[in-house]
């Protein structure tokens, strides 16, 4: 019994360590050329998708987005990354179409790299951009919202302001567990239901645990 008391705490332990070192992703693929009427069609400003990833054990959001061409400082234009960490009602977007875009935080990212809150770190590569945060940056404005589910969007603006496209497309984009971690608590429990069974087995066979 004490074998199995230790084999089990140790499983446990290991499925505790899984449990904090979990990432939480989420993800979405937006239409290439789906401009919003009358917008400008600059390649660097037609969201193509994005990812969320939350690390809760350095409590980090990693939000990054593609777009279909690279970015081109040339050409005017931001990218906003809204997202709701509980009190979102803000539903400013109904008249072109997007309704389910809510935000009550919103980041603003220059094609420099430039960012309207000195606490994120912005990256550009190519035809994408990644926006680092800090959880401490966003807390949750209602009680019991988890980092789980805060919701996030990214619009493109382009010259004078105007609004170009969305990902994700009408709707919130909510983190989900990564597979990784229950793969690993389901292998830890076949673990522990395996020395049980073989501890079953011994005590009919007369062996001693």
């Given amino acids: 019994m004490r074998n199995l008391f230790f084999l089990t705490a140790a499983v446990l332990a290991l499925g505790a360590g899984a449990a904090r070192a979990t990432t939480f992703t989420g993800s979405a693929i937006d239409p290439v050329g789906d401009f919003l009427t009358g917008a400008v069609h600059d390649a660097d400003l037609d969201l193509t998708g994005m990812t969320v990833t939350y690390d809760d054990v350095a409590q980090t959001f990693l939000v990054s987005a593609t777009l279909a061409g690279p970015i081109n400082t ?23 179409g997007q309704p389910d875009v809510r935000f009550n935080q919103a980041f603003v990212l220059q094609k420099t ?35 789980g589910d805060y919701g996030f969007n990214i619009w493109s603006r382009g010259p004078g302001n105007q609004l170009v496209d969305f990902a994700p497309e009408n709707r919130m984009l909510a983190a989900v567990p990564e597979p990784a971690t229950w793969a690993m608590m389901i292998m830890g429990f076949g673990l522990a239901g395996g ?4 501890r079953r087995m011994q005590g009919r066979l007369g062996v001693p645990a």
């Fill in 74 to 96: 040339g050409n005017p234009g931001n990218y906003v990354l809204g997202v709701n960490t509980g009190s979102g009602a803000i539903h400013p977007f109904t008249g072109v």
């Fill in 113 to 147: 790299g430039a960012v309207n809150n000195a606490a994120v770190i912005a990256t550009l590569s190519g035809s994408g951009f990644s926006l680092l945060i800090q959880l401490a940056t966003l807390p949750a404005t209602v009680a019991g919202f988890q980092p």
């Fill in 195 to 198: 020395a049980l069974r073989r």
